[in-house]
């Protein structure tokens, strides 16, 4: 089994960045994409991120194209969510997710592992 642990969540001032990291440990899928989903308070899980196993391939949800960046490094099994010019609607508990099977994985249910979470609370 693969096993996801978040890291890099925390509090930050409007503007501010943090980079999320997600650790894969146990059996890692080295072929697998990785994503970043997000629960917002009062809000449903919604689609953040992604990277194909490759790294060649990346895709956005368009409330955080241009501020977010997703890498990753196969060789430390980890990927990585840089989160610049934040801002409060950001707030929300961030997941990370690992699929097996689709390429670009954007619906939650194309992915196969999914982590704990980390919260990010940005302050106004």
């Known amino acids: 089994q693969v096993q996801l642990i978040e890291s890099g969540g925390g509090l930050v001032q409007a503007g501010g960045s943090l980079r999320l990291s997600c650790a894969a440990s146990?059996?890692?899928?080295?072929?697998?994409?990785m994503g970043w989903f997000r629960r917002a308070p009062g809000k449903e899980r919604e689609f953040v991120s992604t990277?194909?196993?490759?790294?060649?391939?990346?895709h956005y949800a368009d409330s955080v194209k241009g501020r977010f960046t997703i890498s990753r490094d196969n060789a430390k099994n980890t990927a990585y969510l840089q989160m610049n010019t934040l801002k409060p609607e950001d707030t929300a508990v961030y997941y990370c997710?690992?699929?097996?099977?689709?390429?670009?994985?954007?619906?939650?249910?194309?992915?196969?592992?999914w982590g704990q979470g980390t919260q990010v609370t940005v302050s106004s």
């Open positions: 997710a690992a699929s097996s099977s689709v390429l670009i994985p954007i619906a939650e249910y194309d992915y196969n592992y």
């Open positions: 146990g059996r890692t899928c080295s072929t697998c994409a």
């Open positions: 990277i194909s196993w490759s790294g060649r391939d990346t």
